[in-house]
């Protein structure tokens, strides 16, 4: 059912527990996980003249670790493994990257929000996946969440 699985990441403490979710649907299917860093091009644009550079190599290596994690993790249970930094907005690139590989499900971690932190929200990366995919997303509430510590 599943060939492609992809694992957006992005280096957080969260990411662990998404990923072993999607591993598990990857062993079930025989699937290739596809591990994603987005280097998230607003937070390069807004960056002073002076420190851009090292800002966007600095996230560059941080996306390669992160993307190195997901495959090492992935090819510890024997599965094959893609692994890509791009550049962009996370949510677009997130779903442009699944488009052109062919992905038939993306996994995806999230955060609960605190009250406050629904009502002034745009929306995070995760639920801006959800909403424009034409694919399957899981989406995986990570136990460090702030709805689940408050009792939500």
Not at 6 to 19: I, K
Not at 21 to 37: C, E, K, P, Q
Not at 107 to 134: F, H, M, Q, W, Y
């Amino acid at each position: 059912m599943y060939d492609d699985i992809l694992v957006p990441t992005d280096a957080s403490d969260t990411v662990p527990e998404t990923l072993s979710h999607a591993v598990s649907i990857a062993v079930d299917n025989d699937a290739t996980v596809h591990g994603l860093y987005v280097v998230d091009s607003r937070i390069t644009t807004a960056a002073a003249d002076e420190t851009k550079a090292d800002l966007e190599e600095s996230l560059e290596s941080e996306g390669m670790r992160a993307v190195d994690a997901v495959e090492a993790t992935a090819r510890e249970r024997d599965l094959n493994t893609v692994g890509s930094v791009r550049r962009g907005t996370p949510s677009k690139a997130i779903l442009e990257y699944a488009n052109e590989q062919g992905i038939d499900l993306i996994v995806i971690g999230t955060r609960g929000k605190s009250p406050r932190e629904k009502v002034t929200s745009l929306g995070s990366v995760s639920e801006r996946v959800v909403d424009n995919a034409s694919t399957p997303v899981l989406v995986v509430r990570n136990a460090g969440s702030t709805d689940r510590e408050s009792g939500q």
